[in-house]
């Protein structure tokens, strides 16, 4: 048997980090066995689907390493639509399904407002189809369904607990349950790996599938991810879109690395490994049922060391994007023909072991390419106090008197206009650092002033002495 798994997003949003990691189970599951990796596109949710979501999910794989043409698909499950009604025909004509016409406030009034779910009223009625009548799938009465779960054990559920669950609307339209099961069939997966969220729906969908005739796939319900509060994460309350971290400088290989964490751990005490051993050591059965804690503080973390483990002609060519701009990362404040690369390749190596997201990268080195740095208000006031004046002075004369203009020489004139003063080296850097690039932190002072060259350094030197008169 070839192993078919699948991932079949809804394209209702931006592409959830937990959808991702879901997706990344299903394409390791699939290499492993050396089975077929699917994706479908469930957008039946006419009014909730969105063909850009669709577009944005599909380049948000691509980045994370399920490539396009890699894979079979991406079907659209709209597509299949007369299937899905096909289906439902089968099941009402085999005394699977049968019509019902019940309001919910009927329902309501005929079992009362404790009672959870439908309570069979138009099982034995024999109402035929029309307008406003939901088919209802016939569960039943007696014994349980077993799921087979590789990270949950068997999950098993009593069918008399199981309600006649709707599989069409009132207009004859499937619902998500009998759709998503009616593909899964055509489609013959084998293992459906998806959230936990689905799991009360597995019984209901494993019932589907007996009584359309086949064999139930198996199925792994991953853990549900959750922020530092224990909440599941939402779209309103957290940062979850993978584009969103794309957008902000987290290198594909870190966001990989990390969603394979949430349930599940590489052996030895490692949680940075190459992508090739997740390949070969990742286990469905080995993923933590509990709920997983997406940390974005150590998911940053992670990030600065796969940056700084960047070979630095690959760290240059990865910061391209902050550096021009691109569809969904906004440009710099420099004009692009103030852009120079030989400047930034000097600093790249100085900013590399200093940001935790590529995007840091512009407030790190804007200061070389705007004719006037962006002055922060705020470090101007801390840096610029008493005595800032007199300094700036004997640093602006030091400086014009320097031959060589490299960044030990600096640092040794600065040393001594400070020791002047009585000012450590780092007091009497704060004013100089503020007035060249307009901010309290940043590279390191003396190699960015070397790569600024003399004239710059000199004139907002000059500038600042201005300012404070
Ligand atoms: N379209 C469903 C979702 O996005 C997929 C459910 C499944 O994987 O079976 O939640």
Request: charged content about 25%; some cysteine; aromatic content about 8%.
């Amino acid at each position: 048997m070839t192993v078919r798994v699948r991932f079949a997003p809804s394209p209702t949003g931006m592409f959830h980090v937990g959808g991702a990691r879901s997706a990344l189970q299903n394409w390791i599951f699939a290499k492993q066995q050396g089975g077929v990796f699917v994706l479908r596109v469930e957008d039946t949710d006419a009014a909730r689907n969105r063909p850009e979501w669709t577009e944005g999910i599909l380049s948000a794989l691509d980045w994370i390493g399920i490539a396009r043409g890699s894979y079979e698909g991406p079907y659209f499950q709209s597509s299949y639509a007369g299937e899905h009604r096909a289906a439902a025909q089968r099941l009402h004509e085999g005394g699977r399904a049968y019509y019902c016409d019940c309001a919910r406030e009927d329902v309501q009034a005929r079992t009362g407002p404790q009672h959870r779910g439908y309570d069979g009223f138009c099982r034995d009625r024999g109402l035929s189809a029309g307008e406003g009548r939901a088919l209802r799938f016939r569960t039943p009465d007696e014994g349980e369904t077993v799921v087979v779960d590789l990270v949950r054990g068997e999950p098993t559920f009593e069918n008399k607990l199981i309600e006649d669950f709707v599989i069409a609307r009132g207009d004859g339209s499937p619902v998500f349950l009998l759709a998503n099961v009616v593909d899964d069939m055509s489609m013959g997966i084998t293992h459906v790996i998806r959230a936990e969220e689905h799991l009360p729906n597995t019984p209901k969908q494993q019932l589907l599938w007996n009584a359309l005739g086949a064999e139930p796939p198996i199925w792994a319900h991953v853990p549900v991810v959750v922020n530092e509060k224990r909440q599941k994460l939402s779209k309103r309350r957290d940062k979850v879109a993978l584009e969103a971290y794309r957008d902000e400088g987290y290198l594909a290989d870190a966001m990989r690395n990390y969603l394979m964490l949430l349930g599940w751990a590489p052996s030895g005490d490692r949680e940075i490994v190459p992508w090739s051993v997740i390949e070969e050591e990742f286990r469905l059965d080995e993923v933590n049922p509990s709920p997983a804690f997406f940390d974005e503080k150590k998911l940053r973390a992670f990030n600065g060391d796969y940056i700084r483990a960047l070979p630095v002609d690959d760290f240059v060519a990865a910061c391209q994007p902050w550096l021009t701009g691109t569809d969904t990362i906004a440009p710099p404040p420099w004009q692009p023909d103030e852009f120079d690369p030989a400047a930034f390749a000097a600093v790249a190596p100085l900013a590399q072991t200093r940001i935790a997201v590529l995007s840091e990268i512009v407030p790190n080195v804007d200061f070389l390419f705007l004719a006037d740095p962006l002055i922060d208000e705020g470090a101007w006031a801390k840096a610029m106090k008493e005595g800032a004046a007199d300094l700036l002075d004997a640093a602006i004369v030091a400086f014009e008197a320097l031959e060589s203009w490299d960044a030990e020489t600096l640092k040794a004139t600065l040393e001594a206009v400070g020791a002047e003063r009585g000012l450590k080296l780092g007091k009497a850097q704060a004013p100089v650092r503020v007035a060249v690039t307009g901010r309290t932190v940043g590279l390191p002072l003396f190699e960015s002033l070397e790569v600024l060259g003399r004239d710059r350094t000199l004139t907002r030197l000059r500038a600042a002495r201005v300012r404070l008169v």
